[in-house]
């Protein structure tokens, strides 16, 4: 997906900084510590550890999205059973 290790970085750098400044809008102070750490140890990574951290990321994605599609229709269903019995 991502082949220039240089925008990788900036790329996480930038999701970040957009997060960051959505949090501080919202004044989600504990979020915008946890974002500015995050933020703080991506600069600390060199260019081939940004792409290693971006493959583990879409891994563990991809082996959470069964779960989290169970979770989902789960609750899709409980949200109906209570529906139903509030009639």
């Known amino acids: 997906m991502i082949n220039n290790p240089i925008s990788a970085k900036n790329k996480i750098e930038t ?4 997060e960051l400044g959505k949090a501080r809008k ?4 504990s979020n915008v510590a ?4 995050a933020i703080r ?3 600390l990574l060199n ?3 940004c792409l290693k951290l971006l493959k583990s990321m ?6 959470r999205s069964t779960y989290i ?3 989902i229709t789960s609750k899709q269903e409980l949200l109906f059973c209570d529906n139903y019995l509030d009639r």
């Not at 999701?15 to 957009?18: I, S």
């Not at 879409?58 to 082996?63: G, N, P």
């Open 69 to 71: 599609q169970y979770l």
């Open 26 to 29: 919202l004044r989600e102070w």
């Open 58 to 63: 879409r891994e563990d994605i991809i082996l």
């Open 41 to 43: 140890c991506v600069n």
């Open 15 to 18: 999701v970040l900084r957009l």
């Open 47 to 49: 260019d081939s550890s």
């Open 34 to 37: 946890r974002i500015s750490e």
